[in-house]
Nanobody, 118 residues
């Protein structure tokens, strides 16, 4: 059974930093493309960043230059380093595993709250 467990969220002042972690189990992590999404109250879930199995990365324009996604296949973990946080970054952040030929479906974590105070 696949599990994605996020951690690292919390309350931080504007300009501060947080690092989110997502520990995966029950799937062939090294060949799965991973990502982080977020959802603010009354907003749709939106893409923050993705990282492929070959470590190719992609970022939303709103976080480019401030956030960095990375992965450690030995630890089955994907990270999101968030710097220069802004109140607009306040949201629940979700870890996502892309569907591929082996897993057959996508998976989501339960989410972790990030709150940035002004």
């Amino acid at each position: 059974q696949v599990h994605l467990v996020e951690s690292g969220g919390g309350l931080v002042q504007a300009g501060g930093s947080l690092r989110l972690s997502c520990a995966a189990s029950g799937m062939p992590f090294s060949i799965v493309d991973m990502g982080w999404y977020r959802q603010a109250p009354e907003n749709q879930r939106e893409l923050v960043a993705t990282i492929s199995s070959t470590t190719r990365t992609n970022y939303a324009d709103s976080v480019k230059g401030r956030f960095t996604i990375s992965r450690d296949n030995a630890k089955n973990t994907v990270y999101l380093q968030m710097n220069s946080l802004e109140p607009e970054d306040t949201a629940i952040y979700f870890c996502h595993a892309e569907k591929n030929w082996l897993t057959g479906r996508e998976y989501w974590g339960q989410g972790t709250q990030v709150t940035v105070s002004s």
